[in-house]
């Protein structure tokens, strides 16, 4: 087989490629290990900064994003038993977020990708990207028992943090950033009412809660936990009253509870791989970068990666601009880096990490200086909608 870019992973960022390259003529193919059902089955986050929404809208697959999404024009920061809501619209000149669902992202990419009669191949086994360094790399994976080889001028590693695309770089050629978290996030979904019409992020000394919502009877709710935890001690109703101990009591009041549909715990990290490019291969998303959820980061930073590569690919294929390849680590990292940051900070300053007395103190001081101030709100508005997409040119 032949095409120009083999991409590796069919989550949503490798859909997204995809359906952009697909959209400018550019002929792809996506090779994925696990099933339809198996990625439409993984339950994430779901807040879509402006600049995501605006890809999808590029990318012709937003028109149900557009209608049954909701529009956040603000959040909430609970500490102390106080409620500051942080303006995004006012204080970014009226920039806003979206909730809606990475799941429902996902299918309407999928949707999207079949009706465009693209190539795509699932539970592929063994898939090895190969000679990416070279002149002529190729993907090989194995398929009803047969190997097969995919021939091409670009490989785009969207395959996530344990895919292969990452792992297949010799380790000189890499360098790993990493910081482990020590508690993890037991989440759950519930079919009930949102507590709040917009999120609410909760620092207590009990530790960290976030209310949040899939739609107007969907709930998603997350309480900091220990990574020695499991799911099945937390029973739901263990679960409830956990979180409503770490809201304010007029919130606490009105949480309509219900059994849960979906339990997790995820552990938290920060990580980031450069370079991102080698040769031939670009990584995207995940198998670069990961960030804490506490920022809303993770997907809308692998949108941003999608946007990079794709217009430099564009230009590659349209105005032969082979001198924008080599740009592609440089402009995705300034902006990873600076998520990162934002991420870390906002785990830092709402997490429990000791006993210790002094930093939950500490806390509260940096939480009330941050939102009595406008520079400071300003500060948490600009990171949270997204910071802009730099121009490839």
Not at 9 to 15: E, K, V
Not at 201 to 222: I, K, V, W
Not at 235 to 243: H, N, T, V
Request: proline share 4%.
């Amino acid at each position: 087989m032949n095409t120009q870019v083999v991409i590796i992973g069919a989550g949503p960022s490798g859909l997204l490629l995809g359906r952009l390259l697909a959209l400018q003529g550019i002929d792809n193919i996506i090779v994925e290990a696990k099933s339809p059902d198996y990625v439409l089955s993984r339950i994430r986050a779901g807040v879509l900064e402006q600049g995501t929404q605006m890809l999808l809208r590029e990318a012709k697959v937003a028109e149900r994003m557009d209608r049954e999404g909701h529009v956040h024009e603000g959040f909430a920061l609970s500490f102390l038993g106080r409620m500051e809501r942080i303006d995004l619209k006012a204080l970014t000149g009226g920039k806003t977020v979206m909730v809606y669902g990475q799941t429902e992202v996902t299918k309407d990419l999928m949707d999207a990708r079949t009706q465009s009669g693209m190539q795509s191949i699932y539970e592929a086994e063994d898939v090895m990207p190969h000679d990416f360094y070279g002149e002529h790399p190729h993907v090989s994976f194995t398929k009803d028992g047969k190997r097969h080889t995919i021939h091409c001028d670009y490989i785009a590693g969207c395959d996530g943090f344990h895919g292969v695309a990452r792992k297949s770089v010799p380790a000189d050629k890499i360098t790993l950033f990493e910081r482990v978290y020590p508690f993890g996030w037991l989440g759950v979904l519930s079919r009930t009412p949102p507590v709040s019409d917009e999120l609410i992020y909760a620092n207590h000394e009990r530790g960290f809660a976030l209310c949040s919502m899939r739609s107007a009877m969907l709930s998603r709710y997350y309480v900091q936990c220990s990574l020695d935890d499991h799911t099945e001690g937390w029973s739901d109703a263990r679960f409830w009253d956990e979180l409503r101990s770490r809201l304010p009591t007029d919130v606490a009041n009105r949480l309509v509870t219900g059994p849960s549909i979906e339990k997790s715990i995820a552990p938290l990290r920060s990580f980031v791989a450069e370079p991102m490019q080698f040769g031939r291969m670009f990584l995207v998303g995940d198998a670069a970068h990961i960030v804490p959820p506490t920022g809303a980061k993770g997907l809308n930073l692998a949108a941003s990666d999608v946007s990079t590569l794709y217009n430099i690919l564009r230009k590659r294929y349209r105005e032969n601009r082979t001198d924008l390849i080599a740009r592609y680590s440089e402009i995705c990292l300034r902006r990873i880096w600076k998520a990162e940051r934002f991420s870390w900070w906002m785990t830092s300053i709402l997490h429990k990490f000791s006993d210790d007395p002094f930093n939950q103190r500490i806390q509260e001081a940096e939480l009330d200086y941050f939102t009595s101030s406008e520079a400071g709100r300003i500060n948490i508005a600009e990171n949270y909608v997204g910071l802009p997409y730099e121009l490839v040119e």
